[in-house]
T-cell receptor, first 114, second 113 residues
């Protein structure tokens, strides 16, 4: 079974700083997708970014980028120029091939301080 | 666009009561699923469906039933609520292609006393 681990329960940075959230996963699959979801206090699950395992290039969405290291099974999220609105829980998730089912990590609570 | 709609948003149940969490999507998605989120944990899959008439168990299915009579609806039934089922429940849907966006509802907060 696939597992996803986020080793940082909480992080806190100042506004405009860059922050990196860590995620590792375990799988025997060669093709899969990885995701970062943001959950603000409203509890809405918001997709931040996704990465296809067979793509070498790291995904980027505006201020959000990932460092995908397939051999190390590592998938970190970098938030540049952090903003107060980035304050949220962030979940790393793995999608098995052949089914639309997500396996989530435990989450990292990120606080951006003014 | 409604997307994925869950009702009710909040519910308090007594131990042993039954109830149904409703989920509807208007995107003609094949895949629908239910997750629960407990404090300090990520979402865990309860049940999922790959199309009308087809359902299967996820990681934590005990105590829950589902059915999928239409493409749009995927209700989650608690037959005899227990305090351990106090959680936030999320319904989700997607079109079925690997890596396609999974759309989540806004969540249903359930407390069992």
């Amino acid at each position: 079974a696939q597992t996803v681990t986020q080793s940082q329960p909480e992080m806190s940075v100042q506004e405009a700083e860059t922050v990196t959230l860590s995620c590792t996963y375990d799988t025997s699959e060669s093709n899969y997708y990885l995701f970062w979801y943001k959950q603000p206090p409203s509890r809405q699950m918001i997709l931040v970014i996704r990465q296809e395992a067979y793509k070498q290039q790291n995904a980027t969405e505006n201020r959000f980028s990932v460092n995908f290291q397939k051999a190390a099974k590592s998938f970190s999220l970098k938030i540049s120029d952090s903003q107060l609105g980035d304050t949220a829980m962030y979940f790393c998730a793995f999608m098995k091939p052949g089914a639309q089912k997500l396996v989530f990590g435990q989450g990292t609570r990120l606080t951006i301080n003014p | 666009n409604a997307g994925v709609t869950q009702t009710p948003k909040f519910q308090v149940l007594k131990t042993g009561q039954s109830m149904t969490l409703q989920c509807a999507q208007d995107m003609n998605h094949e895949y629908m699923s239910w997750y629960r989120q407990d404090p300090g944990m990520g979402l865990r899959l309860i049940h999922y469906s790959v199309g009308a008439g087809i359902t299967d168990q996820g990681e934590v299915p005990n105590g829950y039933n589902v059915s999928r009579s239409t493409t749009e609806d995927f209700p989650l039934r608690l037959l005899s609520a227990a305090p351990s089922q106090t959680s936030v429940y999320f319904c989700a849907s997607s079109s079925g292609q690997l890596g396609n966006t999974i759309y989540f509802g806004e969540g249903s907060w359930l407390t069992v006393v």
